[in-house]
């Protein structure tokens, strides 16, 4: 994620054809998140990082050393049919899921791609594969577009889907410029917080506030907005978190207040190491317990842990203080798994 970032300028002008400085990819009028150029937070949390805490952060020699491969017990899902009610959800890796829920398939930040990086040969590389093969797919009905980091915004693998399914994308405002400036015929809708979109009869998308922030380029910060989903079909909600820090939790309370039954909160728990340079932009395990707890969901699935190395924490730390900070609030274990690529959840 950051260190893609400070070497992908070129990358982005090669990938767009926009002009150098070029790079707002929304307009409209100012809101509370939104300056008339760049998005923002409210609380102004979550802000990202100067080169000089970067610096900082890399030259600390913290960083633990990951097996290479690190695969899943899980591998291999074949997710042919449907159940005929319920829901089911098979994590992918990192950030993407399958979810299939009203007789839908949606994929959530889909990454098939080797690196989350502009670059085939640099950058974080996936430590196991996908928990399900491309071509294993079923048909794709919906593809949701948290925001435009490498590791959750994939152009590779949404040209791929684009020509295979034709789904109904969603993203929040100015990220339809970053996949159109790919292929122009991709259809993109875009969502900011608070608006819903149709995916089916009955089954609706909203998007809602994260704390997090975006950039593809060292120029191009903050000029696309980032967002988490809130899916309902059939009487059953799932709520995807995208990237968000934790922040005073009014996030997680606000959306609970919205939307008073979720079944499935899916939350991230990786890439929280250092906390000084991380704890805005994103949950620790500790953080993403107290949001299960303020949404007042039924179940939780954690992921953005173990197949990019993104920063500090050792491979198998998020599901060691997942389990501690689950104990600590008296939460049985059940009710908030650390997903591996091709675990299956069904309810």
Known sequence: MIGSLLGAGRAQSAETGRPAGRTFYYYGPPSDHFDGARFFNPDRRGEPRGLGDVL???????????????????AGARPSGFAPVGLRTILVGHATFLIQIGGLSILTDPVWSERASPFPDVGPRRY??????????????????????????????????????????????????????????????TLDWGERAVLAPGATVSAVPAQHWSARTLNDRNHALWAGFVIEARGRTVYFAGDT???????????????????????????????????????????????????????????????FQLTDEAVDQPPLDLGRALATRDIPSTRFLAARPGQVWSG
């Open 56 to 74: 900082k952060w890399r030259l600390t020699g913290a960083r633990q050393s990951w097996p290479y491969p690190y695969p899943s017990p899980f």
């Open 245 to 307: 820090g934790f922040g005073d939790g009014n996030i997680f309370s606000g959306i609970a207040a919205r939307h008073r039954r979720i079944d499935l909160a899916l939350l991230p728990i990786g890439a929280y190491e250092p906390r000084w340079f991380m704890a805005e932009q994103h949950m620790n395990p500790d953080d993403a317990v107290r949001a299960f707890r303020l949404l007042r969901a039924k179940q939780a699935l954690g992921y953005h842990w173990g197949t």
């Open 128 to 189: 196991n594969p996908p928990g399900i093969a491309f071509d294993e797919l079923p048909r794709i009905d919906a593809v949701l577009i948290s925001h435009n980091h490498y590791d959750h915004l994939d152009l590779t693998t949404i040209e791929r889907l684009w020509r295979r399914d034709r789904p109904h994308i969603v993203a929040p405002l100015g990220n339809d410029a970053i996949i159109k400036a790919r292929d122009p015929a991709i259809a993109v809708t």
